[in-house]
C-alpha cells in the first residue's frame, strides 16, 4: 500500500539527460529475485554512479553534497523510459526519491510511480530547465517545495509552477489509496461483466482447472 | 456534433469496460495475462501474502524465459534463476495457473509463445509484466506491459484501471525494397519520431506495407513500439491473422471459431476514424537500419555515417550525442558499416521466429562467422527450436560457425548470466541498445536478422544487401 503524498520541501537534483531508460536506473540483474525489495538503494543509477572499481563517481550530482540528501529530482525528457521493472521505482524510493520533475515520463515507469507513493510531475521543458537553472545557482542548497493538494511547485528561486495531474491519481497519492482493495470492492461488477462476456465473446473464456494443491 | 468513426482501439477498450471510473479512466477486463519466471512468483506470492486469490487461473498463463540460462541442458542457470524457476512451478500449480515448463512445447519468450499457442487473439486484452507485451499488438489485440504493482492487481481482479491514451497512426506506404525488414520499418519510424515520439499513445500501425507483412513481421513492428515511447502498438486483423491463427492450441475451434472471426472483422478502425496523430513513413525510402548509440531513436541506414556531434548547434543533442558516442567508442562522421563487431546475437522477443531464423540463415549458408566473433542463436521457444530443427536451420548456423541455443530471453537483457563482455561490440536482433543493457560497459547495435547475420559474416558491421543473395 503506497504512503500518502502530500507536501515536499526538499533538496532537489537535476539529472538532465534525455532518455535515461530505466535499465540506467537498475540494472536487471539487481532484480534477480524474490527477496530484492529494502536492497536496492544502494544500486539506483548504478552505472552512473559508480566507477568500473566499484568507487564512487564523484562527478555523479547524487554523490555530490548536497544533492546526496535529495528527495527530488529533476529530469530530463523521457525519464524512465524502457523496461516495465518497478524495480526502478523501488530503487529510487530507497535511494529516497519522493518525487520527480521532468517534460515527460516513460508510461509505465509513470504508472508504477503512483503505485509507489511517489510523485511524478510533468511540467514544460522550460520550466524544468529553469528549476535546473535555478538548483544549480545555489549549487544544490536552495530547496525545492512541492504541493499536490494545491498542485504548485516552488523553485529556489521563489518562482511558483502550477502543474496538472490526473485527478483521481492525485487523490490516490494524497490519500495513500490502494488499487487492489478499492478493485475488489467492485468485485461483483466483474463478475457480471464476465458473466455477460461468456455470451458475447465465449472464445476468450475457458474451463477453470482445478489447482493441483490448495493454497489455502 | 457530426458522429465520426472509431479508431480500433476504442472499439477493443469498450468492450473491456467494466466501470467507467472517469471521464478518462476505465477499470478494464484483462483477457489474458501471462506470467514469467523474473516477476511471476513474485506477484503470486504477494497476492497470498493479502490474503488473496488468484482471480481466474484459467486466464493466466506461465512460462521460465527471463532468468533461464540458454546454454544446452540449460547448464548455467544461476542459483537465483533456478529457485526463481521451482517458485514459479510451485505457485502456479498451487493457483491453478498453467505453466508451460522447460523442454515442453509451449515454453518460451513470453511474447513469442503467446501467438503461437494462440493464447493471443485480435479483440483481446492482454498483460504482462514485461514491456515488450506490446507484441501481441501485431494480431489486433490490445496488449502492453504493466508493472509489479498491476501485475498484483490483475491477478486479484482480473481487471485493471487503465487511462484511455491518445491514438497515432502510422501508415507505412510503399513495396519493402529487398532486403529491408519489418525491424528495419520500426527502427526507421523510431528515427523519424523519437524514442518519445509515441509516449502517451496507442499505436495503430497501418498501410499497405504493414498488409503486405506476414504476422511475424507485424509481431516485430509491434514489439518495438515501446522503444517508441508507446505502451501499446496494434495492426488490425485480417486475413492473413485469422489464417496465422486457424488451429492453434489455444485458438477458438469449429463454431467458435466462426463466430470469433465474424467478430474479429468489426476490429478494423472505420474508414473516417480520427487520430490524433497521424505519421506516413515512405517505405520505398527505408533501407537496413542500424543504431549506432545508446537509445534506439539513434538509428542510421547501414550505407550512413554516425552522427557528428560538431555538425549539432543545439547544445542538448550535441551533449546528447557526444555521451552515446563515448559509451559506444566511436567516431562521429565516420560510416556506419564496417566497424568491427566482436558478437552477434540473433533472438529476443523482437526477432526469434521462425522467419527471423530462416532469413538469418539464408545469409549464413555456406559461410563462415568472421574470425574473433562469437555468433549465438537463440530460438524464441520450444515449438520454434523444434521447427528450425526439422527444417535443418540448426545445422546450417552451426556449419557456418553460430552457437545454437535453448529458447529464452538471453542476452536481449542479461538476466541469466549471458553477457557481452565490457567494452566489446555487439549486433543485437534485439530491442534496446540502453547502456548496459546486454552487460555493464557492453555496446550493443540493433539490426535486423539478416543484418545481424551479415555482420557475423563480415567481422563487422555490414550491409546484407551486398551479400548476393
Redesign the interface.
Known amino acids: 500500500m503506497p504512503k500518502p503524498f502530500d507536501k515536499l520541501t526538499a533538496t532537489a537534483a537535476p539529472i538532465?539527460?534525455?532518455?535515461i531508460?530505466t535499465?540506467?536506473i537498475i540494472?536487471?540483474?539487481r532484480?534477480?529475485?524474490?527477496g530484492v525489495r529494502g536492497t536496492l538503494g544502494k544500486w539506483a543509477f548504478g552505472?552512473l554512479r559508480y566507477l568500473?572499481d566499484g568507487s564512487e563517481n564523484p562527478d555523479f550530482i547524487l554523490n555530490r553534497e548536497p544533492y546526496r540528501e535529495a528527495e527530488i529530482l529533476v529530469t530530463?525528457?523521457?525519464f524512465g523510459?524502457?523496461?516495465?521493472?518497478?524495480?526502478a521505482?523501488w530503487s529510487l524510493q530507497e535511494r529516497g526519491i519522493r518525487a520527480i520533475i521532468g517534460s515527460?515520463?516513460?508510461?509505465?515507469f509513470f504508472?508504477?510511480c503512483f503505485?509507489?507513493g511517489i510523485l511524478p510531475v510533468i511540467v514544460d521543458k522550460a520550466v524544468v530547465d529553469q528549476l535546473a537553472a535555478d538548483i544549480e545557482a545555489t549549487q544544490g542548497a536552495g530547496k525545492v517545495s512541492i504541493d499536490l493538494e494545491a498542485q504548485t511547485i516552488v523553485s529556489p528561486s521563489g518562482a511558483r509552477h502550477a502543474f496538472e495531474i490526473?485527478?483521481?491519481r492525485r487523490e490516490g497519492l494524497l490519500k495513500g489509496l490502494d488499487?487492489?482493495a478499492l478493485?475488489?470492492q467492485?468485485?461483483l461488477?466483474?463478475h457480471a461483466?464476465?458473466d455477460a462476456?461468456r455470451t458475447?465473446?465465449?472464445?476468450?473464456?475457458?474451463?477453470?482447472?482445478?489447482?493441483?494443491?490448495?493454497?489455502a | 456534433m457530426e458522429k465520426t468513426g472509431r479508431t480500433m482501439l476504442a472499439k477493443i477498450w469498450d468492450q473491456h469496460v467494466i466501470a467507467r471510473l472517469s471521464e478518462d479512466t476505465d477499470l478494464l477486463h484483462i483477457d489474458r495475462h501471462l506470467l514469467h519466471d523474473l516477476g511471476g512468483s513474485r506477484g503470486l506470492l504477494d497476492l497470498k501474502s493479502r490474503g488473496l486469490k488468484v482471480h481466474n487461473p484459467e486466464l493466466t498463463f506461465a512460462t521460465p524465459d527471463h532468468a533461464l540460462s540458454t546454454a544446452p541442458g540449460r547448464a548455467g542457470t544461476s542459483k537465483i534463476g533456478m529457485e526463481l524457476l521451482a517458485a514459479l512451478r510451485v505457485e502456479t500449480a498451487a493457483s491453478g495457473i498453467t505453466l508451460f515448463d522447460v523442454d515442453q512445447p509451449g515454453q518460451g519468450i513470453v511474447h513469442v509463445i503467446g501467438p503461437e499457442l494462440g493464447l493471443s487473439l485480435p479483440g483481446a486484452t492482454i498483460v504482462c509484466g514485461d514491456s515488450h507485451t506490446c507484441t501481441h499488438g501485431g494480431l489486433g489485440a490490445l496488449a502492453f506491459g504493466i508493472g509489479s504493482s498491476e501485475l498484483t492487481h490483475v491477478l486479484a481482479t482480473q481487471a485493471l484501471i487503465q487511462k484511455r491514451p491518445k491514438t497515432l497512426r502510422a501508415r507505412f506506404e510503399g513495396k519493402l525494397p529487398l532486403g529491408v525488414t519489418a525491424k528495419d520499418m520500426i527502427l526507421a519510424l523510431i528515427g523519424q519520431i523519437g524514442a518519445a515520439g509515441g509516449t502517451g499513445y496507442a499505436v495503430e500501425y497501418a498501410g499497405s506495407a504493414i498488409r503486405e507483412l506476414p504476422i511475424e513481421g507485424r509481431l516485430t513492428i509491434c514489439n518495438l513500439s515501446i522503444e517508441l515511447g508507446a505502451k501499446m502498438g496494434m495492426v488490425a486483423p485480417d486475413e492473413k491473422t485469422f489464417e496465422f491463427l486457424r488451429g492453434r492450441p489455444y485458438a477458438p475451434q469449429g463454431e467458435m471459431w466462426d463466430l470469433a472471426v465474424k467478430a474479429w472483422r468489426e476490429l478494423p478502425s472505420d474508414p473516417d476514424a480520427v487520430f490524433d496523430r497521424e505519421v506516413v513513413i515512405d517505405v520505398e525510402k527505408i533501407i537496413p537500419q542500424v543504431t549506432w548509440g545508446i537509445s534506439p531513436e539513434h538509428v542510421v541506414g547501414v550505407d550512413g555515417v554516425i552522427p557528428d556531434p560538431k555538425a549539432v548547434d543545439d547544445p542538448a543533442r550535441r551533449a546528447a550525442i557526444e555521451t552515446a558516442l563515448e559509451y559506444m567508442g566511436l567516431q562521429g562522421g565516420a560510416p556506419i558499416a564496417g566497424t568491427p563487431v566482436d558478437w552477434v546475437f540473433i533472438g529476443s522477443c523482437t526477432n526469434s521466429r521462425l522467419s527471423d531464423l530462416r532469413a538469418a540463415a539464408e545469409v549464413a549458408r555456406g559461410r563462415k562467422v568472421a574470425a574473433g566473433v562469437r555468433a549465438w542463436v537463440v530460438p524464441g521457444s520450444e515449438n520454434v527450436k523444434r521447427e528450425a530443427v526439422a527444417e535443418g536451420l540448426d545445422k546450417i548456423f552451426i556449419e557456418a560457425g553460430f552457437e545454437w541455443r535453448e529458447p529464452g530471453c538471453s542476452m536481449c537483457l542479461a538476466a541469466n548470466g549471458e553477457v557481452v563482455a565490457p567494452g566489446q561490440r555487439s549486433v543485437s536482433t534485439s530491442n534496446r541498445n540502453f547502456v548496459g543493457r546486454q552487460g555493464p560497459r557492453a555496446r550493443t547495435h540493433l539490426a535486423s536478422p539478416a543484418s545481424a547475420a551479415a555482420s557475423a559474416i563480415a567481422g563487422a558491421i555490414a550491409d546484407v544487401r551486398m551479400m548476393g543473395r
Open positions: 538532465m539527460r534525455a532518455n531508460d535499465d540506467v540494472r536487471i540483474e532484480l534477480v529475485g524474490n552505472s568500473a530530463g525528457p523521457n523510459c524502457g523496461s516495465s521493472r518497478e524495480g521505482v515527460g515520463f516513460g508510461d509505465i504508472a508504477n503505485q509507489n490526473d485527478p483521481r488499487e487492489v478493485t475488489l467492485r468485485d461488477e466483474i461483466f464476465q462476456d458475447a465473446r465465449p472464445w476468450i473464456h475457458f474451463q477453470k482447472t482445478p489447482a493441483s494443491r490448495t493454497s
